[in-house]
């Protein structure tokens, strides 16, 4: 029995029929001197028992939980390895793992487009910069002033598309 839903039912179901039939066998047809006192004890011990299946469940979600909690974008590489089970417990952490290999192969590429704008403007800024400063340097021809306006101009065009891209990317992935 893989299920936690199942074996919690297998258990309820047993306890109740166990109890059940103890009483009607041997508290009512035999009418045994100790039959209610062994009743009681019944009771008790299938509630121990039951109260253990809980706590193992509850110590699953909660060790499930606390290792949840630390994980963040830092430390997205880490998985939840704590658990291994074969029921709803142990495929939540599977499907949590799943999760966060998803979300970190978001991140890497997160990171490796913004790596990918920065150069795409760095580029550009630098050869303009370049070029003004020095146009700067020495008194120039109106013509030579023409040319590093003009290429100035080129590289401030490149510039705004590579913007107006990284706009219309981010405008194509937000919800309207």
């Known amino acids: 029995m893989k299920s936690l839903r199942t074996r919690l039912f297998v258990w309820y179901l047993g306890s109740l029929l166990i109890l059940a039939a103890y009483f009607y066998i041997v508290v009512h047809m035999m009418q045994w001197k100790y039959g209610t006192e062994t009743f009681i004890g019944l009771i008790i011990v299938l509630s121990l028992i039951g109260f253990a299946q809980i706590y193992r469940i509850i110590l699953a979600n909660t060790t499930l939980s606390k290792r949840m909690k630390t994980i963040s974008s830092e ?3 880490d998985r939840v390895t704590e658990i291994k089970r074969d029921d709803e417990i142990g495929e939540l952490s599977s499907t949590f793992n799943a999760l966060l290999d998803r979300l970190d192969d978001a991140f890497q590429r997160e990171q490796q487009f913004i790596a990918d704008v920065a150069h ?6 630098a050869t303009l910069k370049g070029s003004l400063e020095l146009s700067l340097e020495r008194k120039r021809s109106e013509e030579e002033y023409k040319k590093v306006i003009s290429g100035s101009v080129q590289e401030v065009t490149r510039l ?3 913007l107006k891209n990284v706009l219309d990317l981010a405008w194509a992935g937000s919800p309207v």
């Open 75 to 77: 430390n997205l590489k």
């Open 120 to 125: 795409e403007m760095k580029t550009p800024l």
């Open 160 to 162: 705004s598309d590579t």
